[in-house]
């Protein structure tokens, strides 16, 4: 059984039931905040050495993220966190009362880097509402045009965001005995990335001169080129819809995207070579490290990549359909699987705003999903977004971020976590490039201008900042095979003269429809919850990748992944006065998530077309 | 236009413009940005012309400038900055830049725009061929003044 803290249990045919005798089965704990504030107001004031330390902004992370944490400088310990989301995201709000087809291209809009991924999650969640079955090659171009998606979300994390935070000028600042032992530390993986010392490695990841941090930036140009092949526009497509794509593919296509892939087989060697070096250096000259970012590898993800002969888009098959993608969706608690079917992870999904600056919601429309699986009063579709700016207080409601949670739990995302869950749960069919071990994903990266070669990411003993990334780095030759295995499936389709790209569809004028598209973002979990009444959207629910790592503190106070993974880290930082102090292993920890607030946090529409304002409280400073 | 002014739609990211202008076989003498942005104390279709005068702000701030538009962000400053960086301008750059009003729902310009029209397309056509009509109404941009005021108060 899946569930240890919802009321839902499965009879012995795997029939999901409300358990029996509960008052009110979904009540929930609500801590108060106050006392532990209390608490660290005393020891600051009569400790000189315990320290707020706020970065508002976190620089180098997309969107606005501010961060608030109190170090015990003396101890070199962090001892409260708290995640702040800045910016309101009025997504749910412009939606209502809209047309469905509209969804796809308002949605997208929720990010500049990953609209791909928003245009496909509303066309999967109109799709499943109104029984929309896309042709395959609508489903194989679309298993492509995301995937080149994340090739070019990940590079850009590895080295333009993350990336510097390894380079020789900024360990320099924080870390300078480790530039003399990096001199001197030859490098493990020479042959594909050509660096001769670990320190060759960081020079050529300082931002903007190094030669990684300049090529990362290319190649997110050679993603772009082969994404518009098929979206027509980035980073928000023209083409994707409900029922597949508005787009001609032929042969001629299909090759221009060829020749883009290629470029990734080489880079994908070079990359995983290069960030297996960095990490592996840091992790064995000071083992601490291990605990920068640490919290256990309790995650969830939608899975994404459908396979042409399985997905019919129906809630009935998601099961089915959503184990035979690419990427096994699932939970992880603690480093084990604890489900790979979409079903249950739809039903364990709440979302909380004691702290956040939303009015809770009446109301329980739906008791249950369409095949009986009981939904908490606070699960997305039932959920209603009420903003309420007010006082930022670490007390009571600090963020514009909601807490979402799974069977009750806080959970992270990220695309290791697809990564993660696909290698440990061992349920994805076999791929001619990739290989499920169960502790181990085995990427078969074939031959370009390096000889072919199998890449093996294995999953790591502890999950902590420096294995996100490196998981990160594996991520790319990953998305890069799945990509040419469906290039391969896309020429076969062609060949076999299969060219319908989509499905016609009508919007019925009548009767209420959900559904949920649940596609991961190149930083993990994604999903829309939609329902259609009378042919409008009566309500749309998104939940991010960040919306799940910025969580603030659940009702009952746990925190939320970047506040435990901060919590976690040691600081390790050399400084010689509390005023030098830089929090790089903070950032390391908080920028390991790859956090994307604009698809967190949004502009508000007003109820007046013509206005859109910010709702903005950015500043810490003197906050209670 | 003369065959030798190329008009391009260039609603992208600046790293895309960027890498755009680092692929041309032969470079531009003289490039023109028409830009719509709502500025404090204008009226719509105020048309101001500002000159870039290259410079470059400090490493953090192009780092910054380079973050946000690889993540999405549109903004001509990024846009003229990452340029700069990348030494890609020509000696002439120039930015027409237009005050649109108040942003609304919807694709189409306002009744007061559109009748302004005209008018910015005739400054367009003239500073694109001639450069500007009267120099002393030209504003000038440069890289390590452009985000003074962000930079000073964080």
Same mark, same amino acid.
């Given at each position: 059984?899946?569930?240890?803290?919802?009321?839902?249990?499965?009879?012995?045919?795997?029939?999901?039931?409300?358990?029996?005798?509960?008052?009110?089965?979904y009540e929930?704990?609500?801590?108060?905040?106050?006392?532990?504030?209390?608490?660290?107001?005393?020891?600051?004031?009569?400790?000189?050495?315990?320290?707020?330390?706020?970065?508002?902004?976190?620089?180098?992370?997309?969107?606005?993220?501010a961060?608030?944490?109190?170090?015990?400088?003396?101890?070199?310990?962090?001892i409260?966190?708290?995640s702040?989301?800045t910016?309101?995201?009025g997504?749910?709000?412009?939606?209502?009362?809209?047309?469905?087809?509209?969804?796809?291209y308002?949605?997208?809009?929720?990010?500049?880097?990953?609209?791909?991924?928003?245009?496909?999650?509303?066309?999967?969640?109109?799709?499943?509402?109104?029984?929309?079955?896309?042709?395959?090659?609508? /489903?194989?171009m679309?298993?492509?045009?995301?995937?080149?998606?994340?090739?070019?979300?990940?590079?850009?994390?590895?080295?333009?965001?993350?990336?510097?935070?390894?380079s020789?000028?900024l360990?320099?600042e924080?870390?300078?005995?480790? /530039?003399?032992?990096?001199?001197?530390?030859?490098?493990?993986?020479k042959?594909?990335?050509?660096?001769?010392?670990?320190?060759?490695?960081?020079?050529?990841?300082?931002?903007?001169?190094?030669?990684?941090?300049l090529?990362?930036?290319?190649?997110t140009?050679?993603?772009?080129?082969?994404?518009?092949?098929?979206?027509?526009?980035?980073?928000?497509?023209?083409?994707?819809?409900?029922?597949?794509?508005?787009?001609?593919?032929?042969?001629?296509?299909?090759?221009?995207?060829?020749?883009?892939?290629?470029?990734?087989?080489?880079?994908?060697?070079?990359?995983?070579?290069?960030?297996d070096?960095?990490?592996?250096?840091?992790?064995?000259?000071?083992?601490?490290?291990?605990? #920068?970012?640490?919290?256990?590898?309790?995650?969830?993800?939608?899975?994404?990549?459908?396979?042409?002969?399985?997905?019919?888009?129906?809630?009935?098959? #998601?099961?089915?359909?959503?184990e035979a993608?690419?990427?096994t969706?699932?939970?992880?608690?603690?480093?084990?699987?604890?489900?790979?079917?979409?079903?249950?992870l739809?039903?364990?999904?709440?979302?909380?705003?004691?702290?956040?600056?939303?009015?809770?919601?009446?109301?329980?429309?739906?008791?249950?999903d369409p095949?009986?699986?009981?939904?908490?009063?606070?699960?997305?579709?039932?959920?209603?977004?009420?903003?309420?700016?007010?006082?930022?207080?670490?007390?009571?409601?600090?963020?514009?971020?909601?807490?979402?949670?799974?069977?009750?739990?806080?959970m992270?995302?990220?695309?290791?976590?697809?990564?993660y869950?696909?290698?440990k749960?061992?349920?994805a069919?076999?791929?001619?490039?990739?290989?499920?071990?169960?502790?181990?994903?085995?990427?078969?990266?074939?031959r370009?201008?390096?000889?072919?070669?199998?890449?093996?990411?294995?999953?790591?003993e502890?999950?902590?900042?420096?294995?996100?990334?490196?998981?990160?780095?594996? #991520?790319?030759?990953?998305?890069?095979?799945?990509?040419m295995?469906?290039?391969?499936?896309?020429?076969?389709?062609?060949?076999?003269?299969?060219?319908?790209?989509?499905?016609?569809?009508?919007?019925?004028?009548?009767?209420?429809?959900?559904?949920?598209?649940a596609?991961?973002?190149?930083?993990?979990?994604?999903?829309?919850?939609l329902?259609?009444?009378?042919g409008?959207?009566?309500?749309?629910?998104i939940?991010?990748?960040?919306?799940?790592?910025?969580?603030p503190?659940?009702?009952?106070?746990?925190?939320?992944?970047?506040?435990?993974?901060?919590l976690?880290?040691?600081?390790?930082?050399?400084?010689?006065?509390?005023?030098?102090?830089?929090?790089?292993?903070?950032?390391?920890?908080?920028?390991?998530?790859?956090?994307?607030?604009?698809?967190?946090?949004h502009?508000?529409?007003?109820?007046?077309?013509?206005?859109?304002?910010r709702?903005?409280?950015t500043?810490?400073?003197?906050i209670e | 236009?003369?065959p030798?002014?190329?008009?391009?739609?260039?609603?992208?990211?600046?790293?895309?413009?960027?890498?755009?202008?680092?692929t @041309?076989?032969?470079?531009?003498?003289?490039? =023109?940005?028409? =830009?719509?942005?709502e500025?404090?104390?204008?009226?719509?279709?105020?048309?101001?012309?500002?000159?870039?005068?290259?410079?470059?702000?400090?490493?953090?701030?192009?780092?910054?400038c380079?973050?946000?538009?690889?993540?999405?962000?549109?903004s =001509?400053?990024? &846009?003229?900055?990452?340029?700069?960086?990348?030494?890609?301008w020509?000696?002439?750059l120039?930015?027409?830049?237009?005050e649109?009003?108040?942003?609304?729902?919807?694709?189409? @310009?306002?009744?007061?725009?559109?009748?302004k029209?005209?008018?910015? &397309?005739?400054?367009?056509?003239? &500073?694109?061929?001639n450069?500007?009509?009267?120099?002393? @109404?030209?504003?000038?941009?440069?890289?390590d003044?452009?985000?003074?005021k962000?930079?000073?108060?964080?």
């Open positions: 059984m899946c569930f240890k803290n919802l009321p839902i249990a499965f009879d012995e045919e795997g029939n999901a039931y409300l358990k029996e005798g509960i008052n009110d089965p929930h704990k609500v801590v108060d905040l106050g006392l532990e504030q209390d608490k660290l107001k005393s020891l600051m004031e009569k400790n000189g050495f315990i320290r707020s330390v706020d970065y508002d902004p976190v620089t180098r992370v997309a969107g606005a993220l961060f608030h944490s109190i170090v015990d400088l003396e101890q070199k310990k962090v409260s966190t708290n702040m989301a910016l309101f995201r997504y749910e709000v412009i939606l209502k009362g809209r047309d469905p087809r509209d969804a796809a308002i949605s997208s809009r929720a990010c500049g880097v990953c609209g791909g991924v928003h245009a496909t999650c509303s066309a999967l969640a109109i799709e499943m509402a109104l029984d929309i079955k896309p042709p395959p090659l609508g /489903i194989v679309r298993n492509i045009l995301l995937a080149i998606e994340y090739l070019y979300d990940h590079p850009l994390h590895l080295f333009l965001l993350a990336g510097p935070d390894y020789e000028e360990v320099k924080t870390n300078p005995e480790l /530039i003399e032992k990096a001199a001197h530390t030859k490098a493990k993986n042959d594909v990335h050509g660096y001769e010392t670990i320190l060759d490695i960081m020079k050529d990841l300082n931002p903007l001169k190094g030669k990684l941090y090529e990362a930036l290319s190649m140009r050679v993603a772009r080129e082969a994404y518009v092949l098929i979206g027509g526009k980035y980073p928000h497509p023209q083409s994707v819809v409900p029922g597949g794509l508005s787009v001609t593919v032929d042969i001629t296509v299909l090759n221009e995207l060829y020749s883009r892939l290629v470029k990734f087989f080489d880079y994908s060697q070079k990359t995983t070579g290069i960030w070096d960095v990490f592996d250096f840091f992790l064995e000259s000071n083992p601490e490290y291990a605990k #920068c970012g640490i919290r256990p590898a309790t995650m969830m993800d939608t899975g994404v990549w459908d396979r042409p002969d399985a997905y019919d888009a129906t809630y009935k098959n #998601c099961d089915t359909w959503g993608r690419w990427s969706p699932g939970v992880l608690v603690d480093g084990e699987v604890v489900t790979t079917k979409l079903t249950q739809n039903a364990g999904m709440e979302e909380f705003v004691e702290h956040s600056y939303y009015e809770k919601w009446d109301g329980h429309e739906f008791k249950t095949l009986g699986t009981p939904l908490s009063p606070n699960h997305p579709w039932n959920k209603e977004t009420i903003p309420k700016p007010g006082k930022q207080s670490w007390r009571d409601r600090y963020s514009w971020d909601t807490s979402p949670t799974w069977d009750r739990m806080p992270e995302a990220g695309a290791y976590s697809r990564m869950i696909t290698a749960a061992k349920v069919p076999d791929s001619k490039f990739l290989e499920n071990t169960g502790h181990s994903m085995k990427i078969h990266v074939p370009h201008t390096l000889p072919e070669k199998t890449l093996e990411w294995h999953i790591p502890h999950w902590n900042a420096f294995e996100r990334n490196r998981a990160r780095a594996y #991520c790319i030759p990953y998305s890069a095979m799945v990509a295995d469906n290039w391969l499936l896309a020429m076969e389709l062609l060949k076999q003269g299969k060219t319908k790209i989509s499905t016609k569809f009508e919007i019925p004028k009548t009767g209420t429809h959900i559904g949920f598209g596609w991961g973002a190149g930083r993990g979990f994604l999903t829309h919850h329902v259609v009444e009378k409008v959207i009566k309500n749309y629910q939940i991010t990748p960040s919306t799940l790592n910025a969580a503190r659940t009702p009952w106070g746990v925190p939320g992944p970047y506040e435990e993974a901060v976690n880290t040691p600081v390790l930082e050399k400084f010689d006065k509390p005023e030098n102090y830089k929090g790089i292993d903070i950032l390391r920890a908080i920028r390991s998530f790859d956090p994307c607030m604009p698809c967190t946090t502009i508000m529409a007003k109820d007046s077309d013509h206005m859109i304002t709702e903005v409280t500043c810490a400073c003197g | 236009m003369p030798n002014v190329v008009v391009e739609e260039m609603n992208w990211g600046p790293i895309a413009i960027v890498q755009y202008f680092q @041309l076989e032969i470079p531009f003498e003289k490039v =023109v940005f028409l =830009v719509a942005l500025r404090p104390e204008r009226q719509i279709g105020d048309i101001n012309i500002y000159k870039w005068e290259g410079n470059l702000p400090s490493e953090t701030q192009i780092q910054a380079i973050g946000d538009a690889a993540t999405g962000v549109i =001509v400053e990024n &846009l003229l900055v990452i340029g700069e960086f990348f030494n890609i020509p000696k002439e120039y930015l027409l830049d237009i649109p009003g108040p942003e609304m729902a919807g694709e189409h @310009l306002s009744e007061d725009l559109k009748a029209v005209p008018e910015i &397309l005739e400054t367009l056509e003239y &500073l694109a061929l450069g500007p009509r009267d120099k002393a @109404l030209v504003g000038v941009l440069r890289g003044e452009l985000f003074n962000k930079e000073n108060a964080s």
